[in-house]
């Protein structure tokens, strides 16, 4: 008898969360074409977090900051897809005392809360484990526990933002 993938998720574990931290994914470069997706999901996951900090979403001064950033970052910016749909972006760069900050990991909705996040997040410290690197959340963001848990320490924070890092291995 062959199971839907709702049975098959359910049979695993309730939550999904193994087996779709075990999807196959692919970072794609970022081009122009993804503008409004990468535009619309930035302001999916962090309007929230923006609104409790400054009290409204301005679409117009967001969409100024958005392309400030996306100008500065498209070369250090992927797409990630899943399943032969994008569902996300992830950026970060290597910085000028060579050490590496991750900028967003930004899942769609419905991807949210299944560990294909974390499982981008893994694979990013891999490939950069030599290096130290920086990572900062808002404050109402409960990120900062999974960020404990691999390896982050406190580095400081602003009035928004909270910053980690962790510490590159040496062999």
């Not at 409790?52 to 301005?58: I, L, P, R, T």
């Not at 499982?119 to 490939?127: K, S, T, Y």
């Not at 109402?140 to 590159?168: A, T």
Request: charged share 25%.
């Amino acid at each position: 008898m062959q199971m839907s993938n709702g049975e098959i998720w359910n049979t695993i574990r309730p939550d999904k969360t193994e087996l779709v931290a075990k999807m196959n994914y692919k970072l794609v470069p970022y081009t122009d074409d993804y503008y409004q997706f990468v535009y619309d999901l930035k302001k999916t996951v962090y309007r929230q977090y923006v609104e409790e900090c400054w009290g409204e979403w301005n679409e117009a001064v967001q969409k100024e900051m958005f392309d400030r950033f996306i100008d500065s970052a498209k070369e250090d910016t992927h797409l990630i897809f899943s399943q032969g749909q994008v569902i996300g972006f992830y950026n970060g760069t290597t910085l000028d005392d060579g050490s590496y900050e991750i900028g967003n990991i930004c899942i769609t909705p419905e991807y949210q809360n299944h560990g294909l996040g974390t499982q981008v997040l893994r694979d990013v410290l891999a490939i950069h484990k030599a290096k130290d690197i920086h990572i900062q959340y808002f404050k109402q963001n409960p990120v900062g526990r999974l960020y404990e848990r691999l390896g982050f320490v406190p580095d400081g924070e602003n009035d928004f933002h909270y910053v980690m890092k962790r510490f590159g291995e040496t062999d």
